[in-house]
Nanobody, 118 residues
């Protein structure tokens, strides 16, 4: 059974930083991808960043230059460094882990709340 354990969320003032971590255990996907999504109240879940083998990392304009995704393949972990946080970044952040060859074969973390106060 694959489990994704997220950590690092919390309350921070605007302009501050947080680093989210996600550890995937029990995965037998082989070649796989990991990424971060977020969902703000009343809004759809959106992709923040993903690391897909052989693919370029794209960030939405809303976080470009402020957020950086990284991955430790040996530990099957993915990180999201968030700098210069804004109140609009307030959301539940979810980690996703999926099979490279079958993207619908996926797992999601339980989500970690990030709240940015003005």
């Amino acid at each position: 059974q694959v489990q994704l354990a997220e950590s690092g969320g919390g309350l921070v003032q605007a302009g501050g930083s947080l680093r989210l971590s996600c550890a995937a255990s029990g995965s037998n996907f082989g070649i796989n991808a990991m990424g971060w999504y977020r969902q703000a109240p009343g809004k759809q879940r959106e992709l923040v960043a993903a690391m897909v083998p052989g693919a370029r990392i794209n960030y939405p304009d809303s976080v470009k230059g402020r957020f950086t995704i990284s991955r430790d393949n040996a530990k099957n972990m993915v990180y999201l460094q968030m700098n210069s946080l804004k109140p609009d970044d307030t959301a539940v952040y979810y980690c996703r882990h999926w099979s490279y060859y079958s993207p619908t074969n996926e797992y999601w973390g339980q989500g970690t709340q990030v709240t940015v106060s003005s």
